[in-house]
């Protein structure tokens, strides 16, 4: 079993910054891609930012310049910085795994539970 937790989100002013975590337990052999994704009400699920092994980071334009994927592999974790927040950029962030659980399995995507962001003034 894997489970990702994520954590840091709440209410934000316009202008303001917040910085997410998400961390990955359980059964974990190697972790590829971690990612942010975030769907706000009424609409579909989106590509925030990624982040490969390597640490190749990948953005979505609304957040370009804005925004920070890093990621700590010793603690199996990735961090979503975002600066000069908008009131646009309120939606539920979901991190994302690309995780083999163990030698021999077939590599597949976890999800976190998601976490309220709120920018409003």
């Known amino acids: 079993q894997v489970q990702l937790v994520e954590s840091g989100g709440g209410l934000v002013q316009p202008g303001g910054s917040l910085r997410l975590s998400c961390a990955a337990s359980g059964s974990i052999f190697i972790i590829y891609t971690m990612g942010w994704y975030r769907q706000a009400p009424g609409k579909q699920r989106e590509l925030v930012a990624t982040?490969?092994?390597?640490?190749?980071?990948n953005y979505a334009d609304s957040v370009k310049g804005r925004s920070t994927i890093s990621r700590d592999n010793a603690k199996n974790t990735i961090y979503l910085e975002m600066n000069s927040l908008k009131p646009e950029d309120t939606a539920v962030y979901y991190c994302k795994f690309y995780i083999r659980a163990y030698l021999g399995a077939t590599p597949g995507d976890y999800w976190g539970q998601g976490t309220q962001v709120t920018v409003s003034s």
């Open positions: 982040i490969s092994s390597d640490g190749v980071t």
